[in-house]
């Protein structure tokens, strides 16, 4: 039965964690410091407590986490894996990219891995240059994971479950500086919604913005700031990603620009903007990328926001392509 709760972000991922542990025996949920202490962002605060020795913490070991959750998911169980941070995820790719995506493929489908790799990614200030790297476009170029990146708390809660209850192997990108953001009304207890879609941020004419991510809340305040008429996609999956949602919304608008935190080169903006232009729509201007500079992220507040697009980057870039 659904109902609505104020929540923080974070309180939704709790809800949502809480929800599929409830309903789903075979759900597990384990990580560095997710059990006793709750996370290190507090996101599974409550959790040990109420549902036993289904949460539990591992040693420091991102390896050892992703390997047991592979061979957890294959033989039944729909393992929840906390990476605390996406960075360290690269320790351990080959249990994500050889082993878990190849699950389904290598065994001609008898077997899948139905799990949940929870991790948060981006900077925030005085993070370090390894806390601060997006990597989701590492991640969409591997096939056989599915890719999900919310902003909004309603979105984390619902994204979550979908994650959960897919038969593949789902990471779901979060952002530590949405956790304790101001509360929000969530639709909790409702049908689990199938992966994939968008949501329509803005509603415009002139301009197709796509974006996803922390980031978003910018690309909505530049597109509330210069006046301009436009189409706010968020990606809130990125795999499988909505094509034909942004075709749709290019061919009304004829123009296009992706933002994105990632760094500009190899970012998935670009993988948005080639099926754009490889469908042959009529685009009245050249497409238009915004996105980190292609360096590594210092931990000075003032050079990182040097580095990363600032509401007033994504302004210009808005105001420059609606007047082309």
């Keep these: 039965m659904s109902e609505t709760a104020k929540l923080t972000y974070g309180g939704a991922i709790n809800a949502a964690l809480a929800r599929c542990l409830e309903q789903m025996p075979e759900t597990l949920l384990f990580g560095e410091d997710v059990a006793l202490p709750g996370g290190v962002h507090g996101v599974t605060r409550g959790l040990r407590k109420a549902y036993g020795e289904r949460v539990f913490d591992t040693p420091i070991s991102e390896t050892a986490m992703l390997g047991a959750a592979v061979g957890a998911s294959m033989m039944g169980r729909r393992p929840i894996v906390e990476i605390m941070w996406a ?10 990219v050889n082993q878990a995506a190849n699950v389904r493929y290598v065994s001609e489908g008898r077997l899948s891995a139905p799990m949940t790799i929870r991790t948060q990614q981006g900077n925030s200030p005085g993070a370090c240059a390894q806390h601060s790297q997006n990597l989701e476009a590492l991640l969409l170029h591997v096939p056989g994971i599915r890719v999900a990146m919310p902003s909004q708390a309603q979105d984390a809660y619902d994204l979550t479950l979908s994650a959960v209850a897919c038969d593949d192997p789902v990471v779901v990108i979060e952002n530590r500086t949405l956790y304790a953001g101001a509360k929000a009304e969530v639709q909790i207890g409702g049908p689990i919604a199938p992966i994939g879609g968008h949501r329509l941020r803005r509603a ?19 597109v509330d700031a210069t006046g301009v008429s436009a189409d706010v996609i968020e990606a809130v999956w990125l795999n499988p990603f909505d094509t034909d949602g942004v075709l749709a919304s290019v061919r009304r608008t004829g123009r296009l620009m992706v933002v994105h935190e990632a760094n500009l080169t190899g970012g998935f903006g670009a993988e948005v903007v080639a099926r754009v232009v490889e469908s ?41 392509l609606a007047a082309r």
């Design 204 to 222: 415009g004419d002139d301009v197709t913005v796509v974006t996803w991510g922390a980031i978003t809340s910018s690309v909505e305040a530049a």
């Design 280 to 320: 042959g729509v009529s685009l009245s201007a050249p497409p238009i990328r915004v996105g980190a500079r292609d360096s590594r992220i210092p931990a000075a507040v003032q050079l990182a926001k040097a580095i990363l697009p600032q509401t007033d980057d994504i302004a210009a870039a808005l105001r420059s």
């Design 87 to 96: 960075d360290f995820m690269l320790v351990a790719f080959d249990q994500i």
